[in-house]
T-cell receptor, first 111, second 117 residues
Framework: AQSVAQPEDQVNVAEGNPLTVKCTYS??????LFWYVQYPNRGLQFLLK??????LVKGSYGFEAEFNKSQTSFHLKKPSALVSDSALYFCAVRKDTPLVFGKGTRLSVIA | NAGVTQTPKFQVLKTGQSMTLQCAQDMNHNSMYWYRQDPGMGLRLIYY???????DKGEVPNGYNVSRLNKREFSLRLESAAPSQTSVYFC????????????????FGPGTRLTVL
């Protein structure tokens, strides 16, 4: 069965610095990978997804993610963090099932 | 275009009471889903409906039932609520029908916060 792991419960970064939120996956065959963001008291919002092709995927709000097949990773990145990026981030995989989510990583961007 | 809407936003129940959580989408999507979110657990799938007229169990279906009333609406029922069902419940929908459209993006509602005393 497919699964995703987000090894960090919390990531802290200073405003203006680059940020990375880590995700690794386990799935047989080609993975279909997603990132979602959840702001306080809100539902999940879709950020980006990897289906095939270019390993660097660009998404909403300046976020991007790098697919690395050899390391089975799909890390979320942003070159310059904003305080407004503070939220809960979920990595998810889909392979012949509905989305399977990681446990989430809370990102705090400090001014 | 409201997207995915859920009612109620908040609910407090006593153990043993029943209730139905409502979900509707106006995007003409074929598939709909119910998840629960618990601290440190991420989102776990309760039930889903891969097309109108079909429903399937997810990872944590015990204690729940669902009804795909029509293409727009997918309700979740707790017949006899238990404290372990205290959670935030999210409904989602996606455009395509079937379980296998792996590229299909799911869109989420704002959630229902349920407390069972």
């Amino acid at each position: 069965a497919q699964s995703v792991a987000q090894p960090e419960d919390q990531v802290n970064v200073a405003e203006g610095n680059p940020l990375t939120v880590k995700c690794t996956y386990s799935v047989s065959g080609n993975p279909y990978l997603f990132w979602y963001v959840q702001y306080p008291n809100r539902g999940l919002q879709f950020l980006l997804k990897y289906i095939t092709g270019d390993n660097l995927v660009k998404g909403s709000y300046g976020f991007e993610a790098e697919f690395n097949k050899s390391q089975t990773s799909f890390h979320l990145k942003k070159p310059s963090a904003l305080v407004s990026d503070s939220a809960l981030y979920f990595c998810a995989v889909r392979k012949d099932t509905p989305l399977v989510f990681g446990k989430g990583t809370r990102l705090s961007v400090i001014a | 275009n409201a997207g995915v809407t859920q009612t109620p936003k908040f609910q407090v129940l006593k153990t043993g009471q029943s209730m139905t959580l409502q979900c509707a989408q106006d995007m003409n999507h074929n598939s709909m889903y119910w998840y629960r979110q618990d601290p440190g657990m991420g989102l776990r799938l309760i039930y889903y409906s891969a097309s109108e007229g079909t429903t399937d169990k997810g990872e944590v279906p015990n204690g729940y039932n669902v009804s795909r009333l029509n293409k727009r609406e997918f309700s979740l029922r707790l017949e006899s609520a238990a404290p372990s069902q205290t959670s935030v419940y999210f409904c989602a929908s996606s455009p395509l029908a079937g379980v296998s459209p792996n590229t299909d993006t799911q869109y989420f509602g704002p959630g229902t916060r349920l407390t069972v005393l």
